[in-house]
Each structure stands twice: as C-alpha cells, then as structure tokens.
C-alpha cells in the first residue's frame, strides 16, 4: 500500500510538473491533408488559456461537378515534448455543403471530429504540424467514419 501512495505522489507531482510550452497568441496557415476530397484548408489557430487553444480549418472545393465546403472547429489541449515540440489532442465538430452541379442536388453535413498530432515551432514564427483527424458524419453524403492525415505550416503571430 505504501508502494501505491508513493507512485500516486510522484505521478501527481510529474502532471503537475509538466507545463506546456508557450504556445503563441494566433497562428494562420495551411493545412495539406485530404479533407475528404476537398484537399487544403485554412487553417486558423487561437490561444484560450496557458495549454489550450481553438484550431478552425476552412476547406472549399469548386470544380465542373462539385462545389462544396467543410468548416471545422476544434477544442485543442496542448502539451511539451521537448525543447520546441509539442503534443496535443482536441476534440469538436464541424459543418458543411456539398452541391452536385450536374445533379442539381445539394445536402449540408454535421460531423463531430477528434485530433492528435505532434508540432515544431521554430525560432522564427513558422509552426510545423502533423496531425491525425477522425470524423464522424451525420448525413447521407458524409455518413460514418472518415479520417485524414495533414502536415500544416502556419505563420505565429
């Protein structure tokens, strides 16, 4: 029992310890992924609190057949690796329009989303990401799972 109160202790003291690494007020960039068919998004980043911030990514696609657009949000944690890495996972949800020109048919989606990746900030205001984003729809034309994996490059500010 002793043991189990000490690793307790020490565990707790470690979280605790643990502090993210100063994150910057906002970050604006691209976002290079999938995004189910609609490739880059913009992407947009704002610091809430000390270790957490809000991530939107803004996705269009306009062709002969399709115009749509994907709108997500996300609630991100953040925490440091090492030095200028850091980690963070988020969770949230987003909303969108796919318009079938040559159908002339149009649905809007609702998709809830989570998120996990790995970033660099460099010494001057360029962050480099790479992160993980599963989606769930709630439509007919994005319904079920979905995934994507991006590499993001955004400007701090």
Same mark, same amino acid.
């Given at each position: 029992? *002793? *043991?189990?109160? /000490? @690793?307790? /202790?020490?565990?707790?003291? =470690? =979280? ?13 960039? &691209? ?11 913009? @992407? ?11 991530? &939107? #990514?803004?996705? =269009? ?10 709108? =997500? ?10 030095? #200028? ?14 318009? #079938? *020109? /040559?159908? #002339?048919? @149009?649905?809007?989606?609702?998709? !809830?989303?989570?998120? &996990?990746? &790995?970033?660099?900030? $460099? ?5 480099? @990401? $790479? ?5 769930? !729809? ?14 993001? /490059?955004?400007?701090?500010?």
């Amino acid at each position: 029992m *002793k *043991k189990i109160m /000490v @690793s307790f /202790v020490i565990l707790c003291m =470690t =979280t605790f310890a643990l502090s993210a690494q100063e994150i910057s007020k906002n970050a604006i960039g &691209i976002r290079l992924g999938d995004n189910s068919g609609l490739g880059a998004e913009i @992407s947009y980043q704002h610091k809430l609190k000390e270790a957490n911030r809000l991530e &939107i #990514n803004l996705g =269009t696609r306009s062709d002969s057949n399709l115009s749509s657009f994907k709108l =997500t949000g996300l609630y991100q944690w953040v925490w440091d690796l090492d030095n #200028n890495f850091n980690w963070y996972a988020g969770v949230g949800g987003g909303i969108g329009s796919w318009k #079938n *020109k /040559v159908l #002339n048919n @149009s649905e809007a989606v609702l998709f !809830g989303a989570g998120n &996990i990746g &790995i970033e660099y900030s $460099f010494d001057i205001p360029l962050l480099l @990401s $790479f992160d993980y984003r599963p989606e769930f !729809g709630f439509s007919d034309i994005y319904d079920g799972f979905n995934s994507d994996f991006a590499l993001s /490059v955004r400007y701090q500010f």
